[in-house]
């Protein structure tokens, strides 16, 4: 492969994107809103935020020292993180709250790129993070799940122009900041019918012997700002 080659490739990875109009910008927002709040859509597309949820106790983990063992994707949208490490500290407390705002962070960050122009490499970089999530996948729906959506990504990435790039990467983001939302609402709703009792609110509780409502008022917190700030950042405000 030539220096111009790679020169070429450099700059349309790195290099920075026309913004799209405004409508577009509304119209995947709409899109993604009605691959969330409908609940027979919310039931396929929910795949995608416990994708980033596990992801988010899994690179948590890795980055506080503990030993990541594996991540399972379920059909019925559940997952598992297990690692290895001490079960008490700032390690396991940071790994269980991980998870309920990893969407929503990892949508705010999208939205950043974005607003700075940088379509392809976030289509790019979401590749490279589900490529390395692939890694410590351990069962066969896990894997059928992370694979096609890395190919989603890429091969938008590489054989799409410029206008189906920014409907594809301004969808997602939408996607992972609205989707984010959802999620502490449902386990609240849950821990009140008398479920989820080993949820990661419950699991926070017990290692910090703080209420898990405190815990899940935090969840909303972050879920709630990143959308009105990742918003704004996509809609120019």
């Not at 821990?191 to 409502?213: E, F, I, K, N, Y």
Request: glycine content about 12%; proline content about 4%.
């Amino acid at each position: 492969m030539d220096t111009d080659h790679l020169t070429d490739i450099w700059g349309r990875v790195f290099g920075t994107q026309p913004a799209p109009s405004i409508w577009l910008v509304i119209v995947t927002a709409v899109l993604a809103l009605g691959a969330v709040v409908p609940h027979t859509a919310w039931r396929l597309s929910r795949n995608a935020v416990t994708i980033a949820h596990e992801g988010g106790h899994g690179l948590i983990a890795l980055l506080t020292g503990r030993r990541l063992d594996g991540i399972r994707l379920h059909s019925d949208t559940s997952g598992l993180t297990v690692s290895r490490g001490k079960p008490t500290g700032l390690g396991m407390v940071l790994t269980a709250a991980a998870g309920y705002i990893a969407p929503s962070l990892l949508g705010l960050a999208g939205a950043a790129l974005l607003a700075a122009g940088h379509i392809t490499a976030l289509l790019w970089g979401a590749t490279a993070l589900l490529l390395a999530m692939l890694i410590m996948i351990r069962n066969a729906y896990g894997v059928l799940t992370v694979v096609l959506s890395g190919a989603a990504f890429l091969l938008v990435s590489w054989l799409t122009t410029a206008d189906v790039q920014a409907a594809f990467a301004y969808a997602v983001v939408w996607f992972l900041l609205l989707g984010g939302v959802r999620p502490p609402f449902e386990v609240q709703g849950k821990r009140r019918q008398g479920g989820a009792v080993d949820s990661d609110p419950d699991q926070l509780a017990r290692l910090t012997h703080v209420p898990a409502a405190v815990w899940l008022g935090l969840f909303h917190v972050v879920t709630l700002c990143s959308l009105i700030g990742g918003g704004r950042w996509m809609l120019g405000l």
